[in-house]
């Protein structure tokens, strides 16, 4: 189901939630990132219909939902508490919304046991969530909102309680799940490395605002803004003066195609380090397999980020100086 | 929407009904003699004895609160920090006070302490504590240490230990540390413990009536003897007016103190007793502990032993004689009634009341939960401000009120005045429990298609039942422990075991209340037995 946001608006005390054309096609996973208090969570809280807005539209498939209850939206959510029913069995938490259904007690039990093997928990139905590990909860609460096929499934921040491994585990899992059964997602994570591994395109969101809708590469090395660009990782932002369409600092120049002020940007795995005397070296941090260096060029730092055995030199013998290249930049 | 006004002007217009208008008729009888006059006010301020009983009042309010505080506050520190043998019998044993009826207490108190009294025959005299300050002292720390020990327990064990780590590596100790560092925290629920204790000393009736005689009157009884044998309502207006103003400010100081207790206590706890070894029970701490169980034991037990070892003595002899008179179904014209009439009626008034008060305490929790709408404080006020009212002022408003119609003298008068004094109980119990569920239960279930009435009985009522049987077990004990409203508002056919044992003891016919005490105490524990069976699967 396609999901759109028109002109919403929702004012909490100084908080100012403001979204125009965010739209979700059919089949798409979508997610929001962003920092704390930027509203993400509360867009989706609009979508599911817990909070109405001050004023705009919500479309389900271009038809507009802000009356519908939650109850009548055909919606699943994941909460990152999960929310299982503390007083149900595993199966009873799965079956709850069949039950509202009124389906018959056949249907259910079948629908029930398809839910738990997608995600993988069949032999725990007679279990209670407080007997489960966090992990398997977190399944649970996937299941029991898949049962339901829902048009839309909204996820918030469902794996940022559980372990650095298990995360990488169930994210795939719920991508895999996605695309099995072509159900619209909408995801909500402050996590750029999840976001990235999980996302067909992604909100980044600041401030009640959404900054850039795009795909995960077009966001990481062509974002709009400097808020986009500091937050999906490492950025080098030059300002410079830009002459003939070409921008320099010392003998670094960048094509730019235009005068005046500009902000240059580019990652730090864009630049390439030669035997050389265009920058000096500041500093070095190792990580796993790859090094990461400060360098300065007329005061202005930059940072590279290489693959160890790229470097022209070894790490023991580190020259003062170095030669820099620049791969793939754009303009802020 | 409909559902949501009915639910609020439902209860409301039962509260209007049974409680303000009552409520109203006393300030005008205490009030109004054509026009607003403060004549029969001052009348009481400036009479001697009415005086000299509302100082007793607050008095012995302030010295039952220390007492209990001297006796409960050891009793916290060793819950909290020890695991010992027999601690959950022990604080299986601290649930009885709690649903036991005054009217034994008293009673319990006047076999072991008075002239022939079981205490007076050890010591070989009377050690002057029966009918003087000395009881109702006594048997107030009774009824509410345990509630300090409870709330002030729960609360330290929620002292994140840390703190106290923290304060030795800055080199506090010993008492300094206690002082600076572990007292602030638990303060909360002392203060809370206290506040509730002051309230019900404050609006004690029972057993001040009992072992306290005419120079030791609380206000409660004042007002009784006031209306019941003077029959003059106007200075027993005076007097309900009086402790009415009082209470509402006491309760108020109390729910305030509640609420910052209620926020400290939904912490982890944290810090694990520690269990005692052997070796530990042969230290000074150990003996100190074993000392103060073996004081709480005798403490709580005794009364209970004394009025069922005088139920059991007939014409000095063991006998069930007693218990034969009890249900023997003789018509007995002291109250007007069969004994076996008293024990059902009781049990009547008690399951009556206890679905009344689930029917006005429900619908006000849920709308309270769930719903902002306009004058919802005030709401909150009018449906939390019959807890500050006292069942004597209760009896006295429906006297007042209620005569001339054909609901007087009828078995609902009784169990509505009942519910007025057990919903508020109840209400607290519900609200407490639906406060623990996290919003994210109801929300989930709506997104999976439940309606919100839906929502509510498949999700939150499961989750919330513990604190409404909690409450319905309240609402049971507190009926039948019931004395004053009943003794007022209930015609003969009508009495119950209280009024019944009120008026054995009125004829001091000390056997026959004995047995029908512990017939109370058998209906009562029950009920406790449940409260703890509830209270330990509760989420």
Known sequence: MRVELRNVLKEWGDFRLEIDGLIVEDGEFLTLLGPSGCGKTTTLRIIAGFERPDRGEILFDGRPVNDLPPYERNIGI??????????MTVFKNVAFGLEMKGLPRGEIEKKVRWALEIVGLTGLENRYPEQLSGGQQQRVALARALVVEPKVLLLDEPLSNLDAKIRERLRGEIKRIQRTLGITMIYVTHDQEEAMAISDRIAVMNFGKVEQVGEPLELYYSPRTEFVARFLGLSNILKLEAENGRACLGELCFDVGRDGTVRVFFRPESVYITPGNTAEMIDYELLPGRIRIKLEIDGKSLIAERFLNELPFSVEEMPERVGVVVRDFSIL | ????????????????????????SI????LWENGFTLKYISAVLQNDYHRHVILFTVEQAIASTLLTLAFGLPGAYIFAKYDFLGKRLTRAILTVPFVMPGIMV?????????RDGIITGLFGHDLGILYSWKGILLAHAFYNFPIVIRMVSSLWQRVNPHYEEAAMALGARGWRLFWRVTLPMISPAIFASAMLTFVFCFLSFSIPLIIGGYQYATIEVDIFTSIMTLLDFKTGSALAIIQI??????????????????????????RKPVPFTRRDWLSLKGLAIALYSFLVFVFIVSPLLAVLYDSLRFNGHWSLEWYRRVFSAEYNPMFGATTLDAIRNSLAFGFTTVVLSLLVALPIAYALHRWNFTGKRLFDVMV????????????LGYVRVFHATPLYYTFWIVA??????????VLRAVSTSLKKIRPNLFEAALSLGAREWKAFLKVELPLALGGVIVGAIFAFAISIAELGATYMLAKPEYTTMTVAIYKFLGARQFGSASALSVLLMVVSMAGFLAIEGVGEEVW
């Not at chain 2, 300030?27 to 205490?30: A, D, F, W």
């Not at chain 2, 939390?384 to 009896?395: E, K, R």
């Open chain 2, 416 to 425: 509505v005045a009942h519910t007025i004094i057990a919903y508020p109980f």
């Open chain 2, 1 to 24: 929407m409909r559902l949501r006004t009915g639910f609020i002007l439902v209860p409301l217009a039962f509260l209007l009904v049974f409680f303000y208008v009552p409520l109203v």
């Open chain 1, 78 to 87: 994941v909460f990152q508490d999960y929310a299982l029913f503390p007083h």
């Open chain 2, 384 to 395: 939390m401000l019959p807890l500050a009212s006292s069942p004597i002022t209760l009896g």
């Open chain 2, 106 to 114: 008293a009673l319990g108190y006047i076999l072991l302490f008075g």
């Open chain 2, 245 to 270: 103003t009082l209470s509402v400010v006491f309760m108020y100081l109390y729910l305030r103190s509640l609420d910052a207790y209620a926020r400290r206590e939904e912490q982890k706890v944290l």
């Open chain 2, 27 to 30: 300030i005008k009888t205490g």
